[in-house]
């Protein structure tokens, strides 16, 4: 897909999500503040009548009258069912513009064995797995006691999170446990409650009494779906918040939040009522967040001061190799037509401006490059690590001097072989995949799709010589890929270009499937 109408799907899908999200989470706050307010009517009101509220709002007062069925059905009768769906639809919409259409590393690390397709057919089967275990564990004994369906399904979905964490970025985890259970909500009130609400007006039109279980039924799963509100809120804005996702273990991080969030719902229900053991249990878990993803930054500074110098050089040679293929102002990413969030890190005073962001991401929390698609090593986290902690100096410019591209130290390599490899890693990877399969990060958004080098009839039909040519020349000049760029600068080392052929070879060789 082009990518700038991904982009523009992405912000009116995305868009759409929030505004069906808010009316959906609005509906259920509203409903279930409104069963606990309930109060006996003070006077006598006919029919089965549950409790009344009555209410001040936009300048005049509203009375609420609950029922459990209805002598004839009043016209109009408003339903609340939309909101829950518009909510799942445009979310799965969502799931597939940004994850499924877009980079593989917006779901797995470069370093996957997992191809992208096999990662989309993963996240899908995880979500009708969600659906279908949920359901089974309604049909067990537990669905009659609130806290031991409570505390089993807390442990189901923290042996879910851990699981998934295995398998997909953090990042691409916390979304995918809110999208599991996002599923398991809408179909709460697509499979049960909107079903109760229709077998009650059945009920009602031809006259014989409501069948009052399929009420308390739906009651239920609203009641589950309450809860799951603020934790599947959280995952809804999680990946504005690298520090949680980028914990060494962020499925624990996961857990304890969603444990939070149903706390902090308990307590918003029942305010001065709430058990001192809730209110302890969810402010603990607040606290315990915030402790173990705080980052030691006076220890690592300290240390990273301390160490050798790091130059600006060293730095920005890091920086242009591993994050300005995104993050310029004109990105050479085909995934990207902007750098993400706005960053730029292109001249030496973008890269001092937004240093300490650097520091947080690329250093701290890991959590950028996105799914480490350009290979940055733990030693280059370090260096740039160093670079911000010994003051982020950058090399300035004479006061008549015209501005130019600040000098790179080139980097020296043990043998042609290493560098060759590392050229790879660099300017192949982000299309061509760290195995050589034509599956990298940048690979979904590109057409025609990258070379998979261990295909035997390309290796049969390519020569070395061609190989050599269109590493230097590129592809367009070959009458290939004008996705792919040449590289002018191996022109004066032959022998790096020979190593390089010898590394694609490689990939179809035996035992190399």
């Not at 220890?299 to 995104?326: M, N, Y």
């Not at 969030?341 to 890269?351: H, K, N, Y």
């Not at 982020?392 to 020296?412: E, K, N, Q, R, W």
């Amino acid at each position: 897909m082009n990518p700038v109408v991904q982009e523009w799907l992405n912000l009116v899908v995305r868009w759409a999500h929030v505004i069906a999200a808010i009316m959906w989470i609005g509906d259920s706050f509203l409903f279930m503040w409104l069963d606990s307010q309930l109060r006996k009517p003070g006077r006598p009101l006919e029919g089965e009548v549950v409790g009344e509220l009555w209410m001040a709002h936009s300048g005049g007062f509203y009375e609420v009258v609950k029922r459990k069925s209805l002598q004839a059905l009043p016209t109009p009768l408003h339903f609340f069912k939309w909101e829950s769906y518009s909510t799942w639809i445009t979310g799965f919409l969502l799931l597939i513009i940004v994850y499924y259409m877009g980079d593989r590393a917006m779901l797995t690390d470069a370093s996957s064995p997992l191809s992208h397709g096999q990662a989309v057919h993963i996240s899908l089967g995880l979500i009708i797995a969600g659906f279908i275990v949920y359901t089974g564990l309604c049909h067990t004994p537990l669905i009659r006691d609130n806290r031991a369906f409570g505390a089993v399904g807390f442990v189901l979905i923290t042996a879910a999170a851990y699981g998934i964490t295995q398998v997909f970025t953090p990042r691409a985890a916390f979304l995918q446990v809110g999208a599991m259970l996002g599923t398991i909500m809408a179909s709460n009130v697509f499979r049960i409650i909107i079903p109760a609400q229709q077998e009650m007006l059945a009920a009602t039109r031809e006259g014989r009494p409501v069948d009052t279980s399929y009420g308390a039924r739906a009651k239920l799963r609203s009641t589950h779906n309450h809860y799951l509100t603020l934790p599947v809120l959280f995952t809804m804005l999680s990946n504005h918040f690298p520090v949680l996702y980028g914990h060494p273990e962020p499925w624990a991080i996961l857990a304890l939040l969603f444990l939070a969030g149903a706390g902090v719902k308990y307590i918003m229900n029942f305010r001065a009522q709430t058990h001192p053991v809730v209110f302890a249990g969810t402010v603990g878990a607040i606290v315990t967040v915030a402790a173990i993803t705080a980052p030691k930054s006076v220890e690592i500074d300290s240390a990273l001061a301390a160490g050798p110098k790091v130059s600006f050089a060293t730095a920005q040679t890091i920086v242009q190799t591993r994050c300005v293929t995104c993050h310029a102002e004109k990105p050479t990413n085909p995934s990207f037509t902007a750098p993400p969030l706005g960053v730029m890190l292109d001249t030496p005073e973008r890269l001092k401006a937004h240093a300490q962001r650097i520091f947080v991401r690329a250093v701290q929390t890991h959590t950028m490059p996105l799914g480490n698609m350009t290979a940055m090593t733990e030693e280059e986290r370090k260096q740039l690590g160093a670079w911000v902690a010994q003051g982020s100096d950058i090399l300035a410019p004479g006061p008549a001097a015209v501005p130019t591209a600040a000098p790179v130290a080139a980097p020296t390599y043990a043998s042609a072989a290493e560098e060759a490899r590392v050229a790879f890693t660099q300017r192949c990877v982000p299309c061509h995949g760290a195995e050589g399969r034509g599956n990298g990060p940048s690979a979904a958004a590109l057409n025609p799709k990258p070379r998979n080098y261990r295909d035997p009839e390309w290796q049969k039909s390519v020569t070395d010589e061609r190989i050599a040519l269109t590493i230097l020349m590129g592809g367009a000049a070959m009458g290939k890929s004008p996705s792919m760029p040449g590289n002018p600068d191996l022109t004066e080392k032959p022998e790096v270009v020979s190593e390089l052929v010898k590394l694609l070879r490689s990939f179809g060789q035996e035992g190399n499937p």
